[in-house]
């Protein structure tokens, strides 16, 4: 190749480097700017857990939060939840006394993310409580049906694919009485995660964006729909019932056992020891009456002694 024909290639390869690097820094931005989206942010990250005048979830309400702490401590909480527990902070203590568990660290949490979350709070306090868009998922309270609970387990196990094309729950979770070989085993066991979260509105609000490391990726661009909640929800209620009503023959049954087992114990040593205890008894009686044979004098004949 000519001198004359290798300088254009040259120069069209930098000008193609170049576009690509720009492109991918674009790209790199935009991700950077959606991810730092302070609702984006609240909605991903924190929705699953508090709200913004909706009431006590598994933490607690965030509105007016600036009113009841500084604003430096907020985002250092934000930012490294876990630092400040293990500190021995109080307020933090008294949080997590209430909230019955800690706050986990956000990936990627910085400190102007944390900020941005705070002026987004303060600007959502603004409004009554329950008014704010951050006020948390209603959950209707009719009473399940055994449509909802078999919708429920075709959206765990798969055989119902969810509509923003998440990944099915049974991939890394299980539930009592699925039979075969039942689910994953990366996530907890969910027979009773109902129970845990103590009512539907918590444990839905925390399914339409699951906060965990492990499902916040996954879920993130692939959210449940407000059905599919309410079908799991029906679905993970029936199975505490289903295994809360085991719960008692079971416990029975455990108890039967135990006093059954504890009887036969006893039986089997008294069979094993009755024979040593009369020997003993035995030679001890035999002892005692040569003893008292040897101290009583014998009469004669005549009856003296």
């Given at each position: 190749?000519?001198?004359?024909?290798?300088?254009?290639?040259?120069?069209?390869?930098?000008?193609?480097?170049?576009?690509?690097?720009?492109?991918?820094?674009?790209?790199?931005?935009?991700?950077?700017?959606?991810?730092?989206?302070?609702?984006?942010?609240?909605?991903?990250?924190?929705?699953?857990c508090?709200t913004?005048?909706?009431?006590v979830?598994?933490?607690?309400?965030?509105?007016?939060?600036?009113?009841?702490?500084?604003?430096?401590?907020?985002?250092?909480?934000?930012?490294?939840?876990?630092?400040v527990?293990?500190?021995?902070?109080?307020?933090?203590?008294?949080?997590?006394?209430?909230?019955?568990?800690?706050?986990?660290?956000?990936?990627?949490?910085?400190?102007?993310?944390?900020?941005?979350?705070?002026?987004?709070?303060?600007?959502?306090?603004?409004?009554?409580?329950?008014?704010?868009?951050?006020?948390?998922?209603?959950?209707?309270?009719?009473?399940?049906?055994?449509?909802?609970?078999?919708?429920?387990?075709?959206?765990?196990?798969g055989?119902?694919?969810?509509?923003?094309?998440?990944?099915?729950?049974?991939?890394?979770?299980?539930?009592?009485?699925?039979?075969?070989?039942?689910?994953?085993?990366?996530?907890?066991?969910?027979?009773?995660?109902?129970?845990?979260?103590?009512?539907?509105?918590?444990?839905?609000?925390?399914?339409?964006?699951?906060?965990t490391?492990?499902?916040?990726?996954?879920?993130?661009?692939?959210?449940?729909?407000?059905?599919?909640?309410?079908?799991?929800?029906?679905y993970?209620?029936?199975?505490?019932?289903?295994?809360?009503?085991d719960?008692?023959?079971?416990?029975?049954?455990?108890?039967?056992?135990?006093?059954?087992?504890?009887?036969?114990?006893?039986?089997?040593?008294?069979?094993?020891?009755?024979?040593?205890?009369?020997?003993?008894?035995?030679?001890?009686?035999?002892?005692a009456?040569?003893?008292?044979?040897?101290?009583?004098?014998?009469?004669?004949?005549?009856?003296r002694?």
């Amino acid at each position: 190749m000519s001198r004359s024909t290798a300088r254009p290639a040259r120069a069209l390869s930098r000008t193609l480097l170049w576009l690509v690097s720009c492109l991918v820094g674009l790209v790199a931005f935009g991700a950077e700017a959606r991810a730092e989206d302070p609702a984006t942010d609240f909605k991903q990250i924190c929705s699953s857990c508090h709200t913004i005048g909706g009431g006590v979830l598994t933490g607690p309400d965030l509105r007016e939060v600036s009113k009841r702490q500084k604003r430096d401590w907020l985002v250092n909480f934000i930012v490294d939840p876990g630092a400040v527990l293990d500190s021995g902070d109080p307020y933090a203590a008294d949080l997590l006394a209430v909230a019955g568990q800690r706050m986990p660290n956000i990936p990627g949490m910085t400190r102007s993310r944390a900020e941005g979350l705070l002026d987004l709070i303060e600007a959502e306090s603004v409004h009554e409580p329950g008014k704010s868009r951050f006020a948390g998922m209603q959950i209707s309270d009719r009473p399940f049906t055994d449509r909802d609970v078999a919708a429920g387990r075709a959206i765990f196990t798969g055989e119902t694919s969810l509509v923003a094309g998440g990944t099915a729950c049974i991939s890394c979770h299980t539930v009592g009485g699925l039979g075969g070989l039942g689910g994953g085993r990366l996530g907890p066991d969910l027979t009773r995660v109902f129970e845990r979260y103590e009512d539907r509105r918590k444990l839905g609000v925390w399914l339409s964006a699951p906060a965990t490391e492990t499902m916040l990726p996954t879920f993130r661009e692939h959210p449940l729909e407000q059905e599919e909640i309410l079908s799991l929800l029906a679905y993970f209620e029936n199975a505490m019932q289903k295994e809360q009503e085991d719960d008692a023959p079971r416990a029975l049954v455990l108890v039967l056992l135990g006093v059954g087992g504890a009887i036969g114990a006893l039986l089997l040593f008294n069979r094993a020891w009755r024979d040593r205890f009369t020997g003993v008894r035995r030679c001890l009686v035999r002892s005692a009456a040569l003893s008292e044979s040897a101290r009583t004098p014998t009469p004669d004949a005549s009856g003296r002694v």
